[in-house]
């Protein structure tokens, strides 16, 4: 048996954790070979491969980002895409596929598999959370300590030239690590795309922390809405999965609270920080544990599935119904932080 691995769309903490886990018990206790596709779904449509074996993944535990490389390909958009993925299976002569990523990524293998019979197994990767069917994604627990982190040291700037500092976080459609950051470092407002948000009601939440003598934190997540406007975005272009960039709502937002209030504001936009450097102990545990669970899946013949956590159990769900609807944050458990707000 040869396995082939790959790791697609954005990159986050975590990755190398996975790939090390599936090379080792597929290497030690299943016999298995491995070969690694370069860059997401774009290796097995072009045939680039590195080799993938024990020595390979000595020491990736710590390091973040993927030594496979990740991108945005999608095969279903590239002239003949799937033809030439099948082609290089049987070049390559592998038997199976596991491929790890997000929404993006685990939606080509489930169609892949389904329509094209092509074996594959997922893991779930996403800084965003947003995944169904699994309690959390690896990458997103280390997202969220850097946004804490960040949120931490801008309060002492802020009260220190008492002015409002507008924190934009990832997320695109989920608002998960604007929540848990927002609420970990004390921001007095956060928002989310779940939940459009009234402008005069932020600035009233902003005015009346100034009247306690302290300078507010905004968290927002870069998808989040105005009620009486749309996405404000500063690039409209979009990626091959038809996905626009998201990024502009909290420099947007700055000015609208500096105008209504007469408060100096500044933003700080967190970006790719939130994706790089060492994966926290909870996203290698989780990332590990998945790596073991998927070649295992593997093993079983158990193909169209993705590993997920259930409570602290791994289980193995259908990929398609793992990525048929984004993972949003329910309305009761945003309600329940708005106490914290102003």
């Known amino acids: 048996m040869k396995v ?10 975590g990755l190398n954790a996975v790939i090390r886990a599936v090379v080792r018990k ?10 690694g596709f370069k860059d997401g779904w774009r290796g097995p449509v072009d045939g680039d491969t590195v080799p993938l074996g024990i020595p390979a993944v000595r020491g990736i535990l710590p390091r973040g980002g993927t030594i496979l490389g990740s991108s945005r390909t999608n095969p279903f958009t590239r002239e003949n895409g799937v033809r030439a993925i099948k082609e290089n299976l049987a070049k390559f002569e592998v038997d199976a596929l596991v491929a790890i990523g997000g929404e993006d990524t685990l939606g080509v293998a489930a169609r892949l598999h389904a329509e094209h019979g092509i074996p594959c197994v997922g893991v779930p ?4 959370n947003d995944l169904s069917a699994t309690d959390y994604t690896f990458g997103f627990d280390t997202a969220v300590g850097i946004a804490t982190e960040a949120i931490d040291r801008l309060h002492t700037t802020a009260e ?20 848990h950051s927002g609420l970990a470092g004390g921001a007095n407002v956060i928002l989310i795309p779940e939940q459009r948000f009234d402008v005069d009601q932020v600035c009233a939440w902003v005015t009346s922390r100034f009247k306690a003598s302290y300078a507010p934190i ?29 990024s502009g709502v909290g420099e947007w937002l700055a000015k609208e609270i500096e105008a209504r209030t007469g408060k100096e504001a500044r933003t700080t936009v967190l970006g790719h920080i939130q994706r790089g450097g060492t994966p926290s102990a909870f996203d290698r545990w989780l990332a590990t544990r998945f790596g073991l669970h998927a ?32 993972k949003t944050v329910d309305p009761a458990l945003y309600e329940e932080v708005g106490v914290f707000f102003g």
């Open 26 to 35: 597929g290497t030690q206790e299943y016999g298995y070979g491995f070969v």
């Open 218 to 246: 905004v968290v927002v997540a870069e998808g989040a809405m105005p009620t009486d406007g749309e996405m404000v975005l500063k690039d409209a272009t979009t990626d091959s999965f038809g996905h626009v960039r998201l």
């Open 125 to 128: 990767k996403t800084i965003d």
């Open 4 to 13: 082939g691995v790959l790791t697609g769309g954005g990159d986050c903490p």
């Open 295 to 326: 070649i295992d899946a593997v093993r079983d013949g158990d193909f169209g599935k993705m590993v997920a956590l259930k409570g602290t159990d791994i289980v193995r769900v259908p990929i398609a119904e793992a990525t048929a609807k984004l």
């Open 160 to 179: 220190s030239h008492m002015r409002v500092l507008v924190v934009e976080v990832m997320g695109r459609h989920a608002g998960w690590i604007a929540l």
